[in-house]
């Protein structure tokens, strides 16, 4: 009975002090010191800026179906890790970053540490280049549309125990100060591929299990396998999906996909087997020939393995299919994923109605070149303009509400 009551102690003892130190570790101030990043002002730099936030930050900080950098709620965190909002991040001087410093917002970059030293579970690109980091900080200064001040205060994020521990236990808080960062020279190559892969758009973040950092995915065996799971529940749906398996594996992953293939998945979110890539996969419509095919080169040379087993089924992936009837199209397209009964911008299809026809099969086939950085996808690729036609009128006929 002794023994069993020491045991039972240790274990709370244990509990207390796992609590404490999570506790600890989230709530202490980090004194990192401020990397000596400044904004980068050329055109190149900002051309290369407006291609980093638009693939990676805008996912995250500007709310549903908006362009402005406001904040957001974070949909796809699991509710058990808390509510979590990102931050506003315009050029307010009292809701947004307008008074941050540049140094201040690079060290938030590199280490998802704030101004106030405090750690947040944003993810740290502690692999970003000093350049690409003053290269989005110019980017952000450069009286944008996208930043214009909005007053509107951003609610704070509430992580829940949860949530905490993932942050110091799992994910990890990044206050090791780093040296400066240099990228590898741009080209097609494997070196400047892994950069871009895991320094840049993290896409291990994603298509690795676990809420681990990039650092620790690169070690696990199952690197790029896919896996990780998502609740569709976060954007209006039912149901779960994975992400899929991108390593060189013949039948599971892109082993037999070739260059123009993979473009065509990262840029406009169509696979070769024809399946409509959905959110949360960003679509990287900035992205350009060499950083896509050294992406490649490098995915092509990471181990292939199989995918590992998932605590669900997925609900099926929605597929084009050039011949259906405009209403089959709507749901294969995943039109219906953001505009049918349950989606997220369901309201969003009333704007076409009115309008000519004609105009909204074009808004249809490239909603960039009217509203730049629109979360709508591009679908030129996909409907030649008489399917387009035929879309716009149904949506019409049907309301705006189908
Ligand atoms: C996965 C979502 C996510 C991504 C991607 C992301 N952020 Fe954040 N960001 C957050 C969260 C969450 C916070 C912290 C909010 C809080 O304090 O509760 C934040 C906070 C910030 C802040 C601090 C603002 C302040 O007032 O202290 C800055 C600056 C910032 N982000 C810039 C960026 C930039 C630039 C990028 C792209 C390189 C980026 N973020 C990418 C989620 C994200
Ligand atoms: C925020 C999470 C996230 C990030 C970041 C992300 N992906 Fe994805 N990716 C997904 C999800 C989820 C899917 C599946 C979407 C679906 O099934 O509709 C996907 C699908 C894909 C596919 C299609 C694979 C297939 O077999 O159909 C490729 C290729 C891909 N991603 C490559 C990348 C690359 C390269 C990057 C980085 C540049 C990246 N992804 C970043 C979540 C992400
Ligand atoms: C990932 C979400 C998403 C998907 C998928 C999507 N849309 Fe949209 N759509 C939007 C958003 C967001 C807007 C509003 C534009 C904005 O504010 O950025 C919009 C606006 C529209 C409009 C109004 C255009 C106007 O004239 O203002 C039409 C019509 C439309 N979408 C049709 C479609 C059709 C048809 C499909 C499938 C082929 C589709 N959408 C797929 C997000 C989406």
Redesign the pocket.
């Known amino acids: 009975m002794k023994g069993l009551g020491a045991l039972v102690g240790l274990i709370i003892l244990g509990v207390v002090g796992l609590v404490g130190y999570v506790n600890h570790k989230v709530g202490k101030t980090y004194d990192v010191p401020l990397p000596n990043i400044q904004r980068a002002t050329s055109p190149e730099a900002l051309a290369r800026g407006e291609m980093i936030y638009h ?1 990676i930050c805008a ?1 995250c900080h500007a709310p549903a179906g908006e362009t402005q950098a406001m904040g957001a709620p974070l949909l ?1 965190y699991p509710p058990e890790l808390g509510t979590f909002h990102s931050a506003n991040i315009t050029s307010d001087p009292v809701a947004g970053v307008g008074n941050m410093k540049d140094e201040e917002i690079a060290r938030m970059i590199i280490y998802s540490i704030n101004r106030e030293g405090k750690a947040r579970l944003m993810p740290a690109f502690y692999g970003m280049s000093d350049e690409d980091v003053a290269a989005v900080i110019g980017y952000m200064r450069s009286d944008r549309p996208e930043f214009a001040p909005s007053p509107k205060k951003a609610p704070p994020s509430e992580p829940a125990f949860g949530g905490k521990a993932v942050m110091a236990l799992v994910a990890g808080i990044r206050s090791e100060p780093r040296a400066s960062v240099k990228a590898p020279p741009k080209g097609p190559s494997v070196e400047y591929g892994k950069y ?2 895991v320094g840049v ?3 291990v ?3 690795t299990v676990g809420f681990g950092s990039s650092d620790t995915k690169l070690k696990d065996p199952g690197l790029f396998a ?1 896996g ?1 799971e ?1 609740d569709l529940k976060a954007y209006g749906g039912q149901g779960f ?6 390593t060189p594996h013949e039948t599971q ?2 082993g037999k ?1 070739n260059l123009e293939q ?1 473009k065509l ?2 840029t406009q979110g169509v ?1 070769p ?1 024809g ?8 679509r ?1 419509r900035y ?1 350009d020939d060499v950083e896509i095919a050294a ?1 490649f080169a490098y ?1 092509k040379g990471v181990p292939a393995v199989a995918t590992p087993k998932v605590a669900h089924e997925a609900v099926p ?2 597929k084009a299919d050039k011949a259906a009837d405009p209403e089959k199209l709507f749901s294969s397209l ?1 039109c219906s994923y953001c505009h049918g009964p349950n989606g997220q911008f369901r309201d969003r299809l009333k704007q076409a109605m009115g309008k000519q026809p004609e105009d909204v099969a074009k808004w249809i086939r490239n909603p960039e070149s009217f509203k730049p950085g629109t979360q709508m996808p591009t679908f030129a690729t996909l409907l030649d303009e008489t399917q387009a036609l035929d879309l716009a009128k149904w949506v019409q006929a049907k309301n705006g509400t189908p």
Do not use: Q, V
């Open positions: 693939s996912e796809d871009l892969a758009y993290d896409c973040m994603c298509h896919g990780f998502f999906m994975y992400s899929p398996n991108i992953g892109i996909w993979f998945s990262l696979t087997d399946y409509i890539l959905r959110k949360p996969m960003p990287y992205l992406m995915l992936r929605p995943g």
